[in-house]
């Protein structure tokens, strides 16, 4: 890793707040269709290629926030392994926090997933308020006392916080030191020779990090491997969140392999793997752009 300092606390705020509404927003219409394929009453039935920006509401208010929890916790995570153990590998100093940064992100994301995905499907009229409505409006009983009502809202904002954590980390695990690493080569090539991965110079004390574009090609790879390997995970985790009352994880695997066999475990591999190939270039470029254009003021 040579040189080569971690990003300040307030840089990754503003950078992952960034990259997470940039991501978000520009591929939208393709998590949609991934959401409809994977949903239990079947593509068309769930939408189709209509309303492809259902509950795109909810991605507005959480991305933000979501992104930018994981890239504080992520940096904040990594600088102090760096600094306590740093005769240890990078690669765990990675795969550890990002795994606790996605456990931070999902306090965040979960909620607004189940909302999202609810009106991707054309649940509850198919719009993120009617969603959050229908279950702010879900009680156990009309007689339900206040602390009840609460924790069934809870419960149900925060379905599928279990699958999602286990999705997420593996995902993680996988995506960030690979990212990593191959940034890493790249920093170790523009100190080499002066210039990037196209060819660009380096200039004067540029040859410390990547280019965005380099974070993007980067991203895109190590997401579209992170992606292809996990989305057996997130089936289980769309199938959670889109059941109609709440179901165990091991009962919905037994009942996908007893009705349909392995198949639907790889439903919506295709956009998956494509949206979060793109979705890697956009988020990881997009959040190197703004590192290096903070850290370029602040310097």
């Known amino acids: 890793m040579g040189d080569h300092k971690n990003p300040p606390f307030q840089t990754a705020l503003l950078s992952g707040a960034f990259a997470g509404t940039t991501v978000d927003l520009t591929l939208f219409p393709l998590d949609t269709l991934k959401t409809r394929l994977q949903s239990v009453s079947g593509f068309f039935a769930s939408g189709g290629f209509h309303g492809i920006y259902r509950g795109i509401g909810s991605v507005v208010i959480g991305s933000a926030p979501g992104a930018a929890s994981f890239f504080c916790t992520y940096e904040t995570i990594k600088s102090l392994l760096s600094s306590s153990i740093p005769s240890s590998s990078p690669a765990l100093h990675h795969m550890l926090a990002a795994s606790l940064g996605e456990?931070?992100?999902?306090?965040?994301?979960?909620?607004?997933?189940?909302?999202?995905?609810?009106?991707?499907?054309?649940?509850?009229?198919?719009?993120?308020?009617?969603?959050?409505?229908?279950?702010?409006?879900?009680?156990?009983?009309?007689?339900?006392?206040?602390?009840?009502?609460?924790?069934?809202?809870?419960?149900?904002?925060?379905?599928?916080?279990?699958?999602?954590?286990?999705?997420?980390?593996?995902?993680?695990?996988?995506?960030?030191?690979?990212?990593?690493?191959?940034?890493?080569?790249?920093?170790?090539?523009?100190?080499?020779?002066?210039?990037?991965?196209?060819?660009?110079?380096?200039?004067?004390?540029?040859?410390?990090?990547?280019?965005?574009?380099?974070?993007?090609?980067?991203?895109?790879?190590?997401?579209?491997?992170?992606?292809?390997?996990?989305?057996?995970?997130d089936v289980l985790k769309t199938r959670v969140m889109l059941a109609a009352q709440r179901e165990s994880v091991f009962h919905i695997i037994r009942s996908i392999l007893r009705d349909h066999g392995i198949r639907p475990f790889f439903a919506g591999i295709g956009p998956r793997v494509m949206w979060i190939s793109a979705g890697g270039a956009i988020f990881l470029g997009s959040y190197q752009w703004a590192v290096n254009a903070l850290e370029k003021a602040r310097l």
Do not use: N
């Open 103 to 233: 456990v931070a992100a999902c306090a965040v994301r979960v909620p607004t997933e189940v909302v999202k995905q609810r009106a991707q499907a054309g649940q509850h009229g198919g719009s993120s308020l009617s969603a959050l409505r229908a279950i702010l409006a879900s009680p156990p009983s009309p007689s339900a006392p206040r602390s009840s009502r609460f924790a069934t809202v809870w419960r149900e904002l925060y379905r599928g916080w279990g699958i999602t954590v286990m999705r997420e980390v593996p995902f993680t695990v996988i995506q960030f030191p690979l990212w990593e690493a191959l940034k890493a080569r790249g920093r170790e090539r523009r100190q080499r020779t002066g210039r990037g991965l196209f060819g660009d110079a380096a200039g004067v004390g540029a040859a410390r990090e990547v280019s965005a574009a380099e974070s993007a090609v980067y991203g895109s790879l190590a997401g579209a491997i992170a992606a292809g390997i996990t989305t057996p995970l």
